[in-house]
């Protein structure tokens, strides 16, 4: 596609349920990277993949956070037994491999745990 | 590890006076730096990226930056700023892998009064 997209844009969701959140790259981009931006805040690295696999978890905040990108394009975010304070803007982007890249941030899932 | 200051939480300036919104980082290398700006219920869009070479960069929307190593500072310049560039301005520092994740600075948010 022409840019980076997510779905969906806004959710939902009662604390302790289970969460999805999807993100899919432009299109040869085989870096991508989830963020986490939360009120007042800059966004915060979360994970990093390079094709299928995770380059780089460090900043996931917990084990109820993970991440797949199976096919190297399309990444899941998951969240389970979610708690009010992961209430945030998550935002994907997603870059080419090498020197002097830059990276295409999608336009983000607002997620709130009620 | 690497840190971004902006000093500066929320910006007001007039229409068509000068702009300057100050970034201070810190690296242990030689730094990718970028400025990104988000408005309200957007996603983040590239202003402009310093990579190596010139440390005056020029980029979009009439908006530069220069790079001083010995401040370690990367501040976004405009000289005549309009009405449509209220939002949130975001500093980031990259590794130079290319692909390294970046860290951001908290933010600015920039207010344009007639």
């Known amino acids: 596609g022409a840019g980076v997209s997510q779905t969906p844009s806004n959710k939902v969701t009662e604390k302790g349920k289970y969460v999805e959140l999807r993100c899919d790259p432009i ?5 991508l990277y989830w963020y986490r931006q939360s009120l007042g805040q800059g966004p915060e690295f979360l994970i990093y993949f390079q094709g299928t696999g995770a380059a780089d978890d460090s900043g996931l905040p917990n084990d109820r956070f993970f991440a797949v990108r199976p096919e190297g394009s399309v990444s899941t975010l998951k969240i389970q037994r979610t708690e009010r304070g992961d209430s945030a803007v998550y935002l994907c982007a997603s870059s080419l491999v090498g020197g002097n890249t830059e990276a295409f941030f999608g336009q983000g899932t607002r997620l709130t745990v009620v | 590890a690497q840190s971004v200051t902006q000093p500066d939480i929320h910006i007001t300036v007039s229409e068509g006076a000068s702009l300057e919104l100050r970034c201070n980082y810190s690296y242990g290398a030689t730094p990718y730096l970028f400025w990104y700006v988000q408005s309200p219920g957007q996603g983040l869009q590239l202003l402009l990226k310093y990579f190596s070479g010139d440390t005056l960069v020029q980029g979009i929307k009439g908006f530069e930056a220069e790079f001083k190593r010995s401040q370690s500072s990367f501040n976004l310049r405009k000289p005549s700023v309009h009405w449509s560039d209220a939002a949130e301005y975001f500093c980031a520092v990259g590794g130079n892998s290319g692909n390294t994740p970046l ?11 007639a």
């Open chain 1, 27 to 31: 299109s040869g981009h085989t870096a």
């Open chain 2, 103 to 113: 860290v951001f600075g908290k933010g600015t948010r920039l207010s344009v009064i």
